[in-house]
């Protein structure tokens, strides 16, 4: 069985490389010296609603993609450098070109954060001593108190986090993708090779380093049925409640350009979660008395979205403005009015298919057999 799961993911590796040199090829020109973009979000913070800003760097790319293909739902890879390294200058032109950006209210924000749509803790992606100059600069702002940033979990050493913590008097948070506590759910819907202990550890790493640590939970992987998601998605928290992490952000997943979910979503065999099973999950979180911290995180990423997360015209704008009331407080009663006709459809939709009652792993193979053979397909039809 072991055996049939490690044949699966390298077919998922293979077909994620080839789709990665895709994007290469596609690639859009743009400047290594400006950000992808920033961003200005509302953030709890002790208590409070506060100003954040997001800096949303453009990187040199994901090191994972080379290894392995990288995650199966990221689209990122397209908005970066594809692989090819920035240099010192090119980050710190970019932070300069934010700080340009909103010079006027710069002093309003109480966390910003820097991400780099990798991991900003790979030495193949940004050295080391950049991150730590960015760090430096930011520490000079009088009125910001938190620095947040993100890396891989295999990249986090207690080494790198010294060298963080002395480099600045600032709180400093690390989010990572976790995505799911299912070790199968994360080797073959993710793409992602590491165990559940390794959190723990890492977690513990942390908090002895005075570093906040947040995990990032992506909704409905592709694979899995709706019903599935949701039972994963709540298994995933009752997991990290046990563990120092401070607090969890659920990822709304986009369908994006040369992706494994895009391929499936073509053929009608992959859907990004309705809204009412991200409501569902709360409640079962908050029925399991489960006390971490929840930010419902927008789905609105550095890349283009084909497809997102939503229930029906009627209804997506009051659901996301209730998903932002509830990351104030995470008070669950702010759902308790909700009503809207397309709720009969997200019941229809937890009733698995026939694929989706096979087992995941032979769900898997007939999926990668339809999107594999699809090349074939059209060839002959034209």
């Given at each position: 069985m072991e055996e049939n799961h490690s044949n699966l993911a390298r077919r998922i590796q293979n077909y994620l490389k080839e789709l990665?040199?895709?994007?290469?090829?596609?690639?859009?020109?743009?400047?290594?010296?400006?950000?992808?973009?920033t961003e200005i979000r509302k953030a709890q913070y002790k208590g409070s609603l506060v100003q954040k800003l997001i800096i949303f760097l453009r990187g040199t790319g994901c090191s994972s993609i080379d290894l392995n293909g990288g995650c199966t739902f990221c689209g990122f890879y397209s908005?970066?450098?594809?692989?090819?390294?920035?240099?010192?200058?090119?980050?710190?032109?970019?932070?300069?070109?934010?700080?340009?950006?909103?010079?006027?209210?710069?002093?309003?924000?109480?966390?910003?954060?820097?991400?780099?749509?990798?991991?900003?803790?790979?030495?193949?992606?940004i050295s080391l001593d950049v991150t730590l100059d960015m760090i430096r600069t930011l520490s000079t702002f009088q009125n910001l108190q938190l620095i947040t940033t993100e890396s891989k979990l295999q990249d986090i050493t207690e080494e790198k986090i010294l060298k963080i913590r002395n480099a600045t008097t600032k709180?400093?948070?690390?989010?990572?993708?976790?995505?799911?506590?299912?070790?199968?759910?994360?080797?073959?819907?993710i793409n992602k090779n590491f165990t559940n202990n390794k959190v723990i550890e890492i977690s513990k790493l942390l908090k002895a380093h005075n570093f906040g640590y947040t995990a990032l939970v992506m909704l409905k992987p592709p694979f899995l049925s709706e019903q599935e998601s949701i039972y994963d998605a709540v298994k995933s928290l009752e997991f990290l409640e046990k563990t120092e992490i401070n607090r969890i952000d659920i990822e709304l997943p986009t369908v994006e350009a040369f992706t494994l979910t895009?391929?499936?979503?073509?053929?009608?065999?992959?859907?990004?979660?309705?809204?009412?099973?991200?409501?569902?999950?709360?409640?079962?979180?908050?029925?399991?008395n489960l006390k971490k911290k929840i930010y419902v995180s927008p789905a609105n990423y550095t890349v283009k979205a084909i497809a997102t997360s939503s229930n029906c015209n009627l209804c997506n704008e009051n659901f996301s403005h209730l998903f932002m009331e509830y990351n104030?407080?995470?008070?669950?009663?702010?759902?308790?009015?909700?009503?809207?006709?397309?709720?009969?459809?997200?019941?229809?939709?937890?009733i698995p298919s026939s694929l989706e009652q096979l087992p995941l792993a032979d769900r898997v193979g007939n999926m990668m057999d339809i999107i594999e053979k699809l090349p074939q397909i059209v060839g002959f039809l034209r």
């Open positions: 990665r040199n895709k994007s290469e090829s596609e690639r859009e020109i743009f400047s290594v010296n400006e950000p992808v973009c908005a970066t450098n594809h692989g090819i390294k920035l240099e010192r200058k090119n980050f710190l032109n970019q932070l300069q070109f934010a700080f340009d950006l909103h010079k006027k209210e710069l002093d309003r924000f109480l966390i910003i954060s820097l991400y780099n749509d990798g991991s900003m803790l790979s030495e193949h992606e709180e400093l948070e690390l989010s990572f993708g976790f995505e799911s506590s299912d070790p199968l759910v994360r080797k073959l819907c895009h391929e499936l979503w073509k053929m009608n065999l992959y859907k990004p979660i309705m809204l009412w099973s991200v409501v569902e999950i709360l409640k079962r979180k908050h029925e399991l104030k407080t995470n008070d669950i009663s702010v759902f308790d009015n909700l009503t809207c006709e397309c709720k009969h459809d997200w019941s229809r939709r937890l």
